[in-house]
């Protein structure tokens, strides 16, 4: 483990960590970015200045993980708590209406299970999205605000460990890349996703990083969760990815809106695609086999994103997403992709034998060998 005293301006210089910004939503973002903030504590000792991660989830539960003698998980300041939703109060003002902008999509016959939301999604993603535009406002816990606090941060940390003083990063040649990371299939993660990346977007364009900023959709999809029912997962799975195709591909002059309104009279700008790149993580291995439940998987997920964060080879993906000329086509333009991890298989019972065998041999060479031709020398007489 590196130790803590290694600054951020050594870790951007000599370990090619990239100004980064990985947020999370839902269960499957919780698990991930937990297992992430381990792989940074492992490798450099803390989450350096230069990583942000930030959490959404309606649920407040804490993902943990073991990382040697002590339990990682997200801390407070990385958790944006958006449950606390009065949504039966929403409905009720919708029928009688209020809130036109969440009328004009949400179903209000959507059963709910909960008064206030407060125990995720429930596989629902007209629910995650309610949640969304609630915290958006005022009324929950201005969601725009908070982000917008984070990118001032992050950005912040970016110029003052690269130089030590504060400039703006065109000066600098600083750039920074944002993942959103969840799954299409329960209420919470698929219910948001698309509506985070033009929040950021917007919030990236007000302060003219556009040119600077590369987002990227990290989507967990639904064989990863095989053992669950599929009765809701799949469904939500196609809808979101058919949402995300139509904002990924649609040319802007073809769009039907060219904004999304949501309370409070705050819109964003929907005419770019949500995500310069997608990644469509998929638990089938090459050789057929499936990495089943996300307990599983996450681990491969981690160290691929872990690749592209803290990397000469994420500086290279990176180099090469900005020049690939498609993705500035939508219309024809490659848009999705995926990871591609490859594991080393220690053979450590075979290693252990070889080494036996190697210290006996040593053994034998420096000392039995040493003895026998010590005893075998002839000594010359002394003659008196």
Request: proline letters at 4%; charged letters at 25%; glycine letters at 8%.
């Amino acid at each position: 483990m590196v130790e803590e005293r290694i600054s951020d301006a050594e870790i951007m210089e000599k370990e090619n960590l990239r100004l980064t910004l990985v947020v999370g939503i839902g269960g499957t973002g919780k698990t991930i970015l937990t297992r992430l903030r381990a792989n940074l504590i492992r490798r450099y000792g803390k989450v350096p200045d230069l990583v942000r991660l930030v959490e959404l989830d309606i649920d407040p539960y804490e993902e943990v993980v073991r990382l040697d003698s002590q339990d990682v998980r997200l801390q407070p300041f990385e958790f944006l708590d958006l449950g606390d939703v009065p949504a039966a109060g929403i409905k009720r003002a919708m029928l009688a209406g209020k809130y036109e902008v969440i009328r004009a999509w949400f179903d209000e016959d959507t059963a709910l299970l909960e008064e206030n939301l407060r125990k995720g999604g429930q596989q629902n993603r007209q629910l995650g999205r309610l949640a969304l535009f609630w915290h958006l406002s005022k009324k929950g816990i201005d969601l725009r605000k908070t982000l917008e606090d984070v990118v001032s941060d992050i950005t912040r940390q970016g110029r003052l460990a690269r130089h030590g003083e504060l400039d703006t990063m065109a000066v600098r040649g600083i750039t920074l890349d944002v993942y959103v990371v969840c799954s299409v299939c329960g209420g919470t993660g698929s219910g948001m996703f698309i509506d985070i990346a033009y929040v950021l977007q917007d919030i990236f364009r007000g302060r003219g990083m556009s040119e600077l900023t590369t987002i990227h959709g990290v989507l967990v999809t639904p064989k990863v969760f095989r053992a669950a029912n599929q009765q809701n997962l799949r469904p939500n799975a196609w809808a979101a990815l058919m949402e995300l195709n139509y904002f990924m591909v649609t040319p802007a002059a073809e769009r039907k809106y060219p904004r999304i309104s949501y309370l409070d009279g705050y819109s964003v700008d929907c005419r770019e695609r949500p995500f310069k790149v997608c990644y469509l993580l998929d638990p089938i291995a090459q050789d057929g086999t499936n990495i089943e439940g996300i307990e599983n998987f996450a681990p491969m997920a981690v160290d691929a994103l872990f690749v592209l964060v803290g990397s000469k080879l994420g500086s290279q993906a990176a180099s090469q997403i900005n020049n690939v000329k498609s993705l500035r086509q939508p219309k024809f333009g490659q848009v999705f992709s995926t990871f591609g991890v490859a594991s080393f298989i220690f053979p450590a019972e075979q290693v252990e034998t070889i080494c036996g065998a190697m210290l006996v041999r040593k053994a034998v060479e420096e000392q039995l060998l040493r003895e026998v031709a010590h005893r075998d020398r002839v000594e010359p007489e002394v003659v008196a």
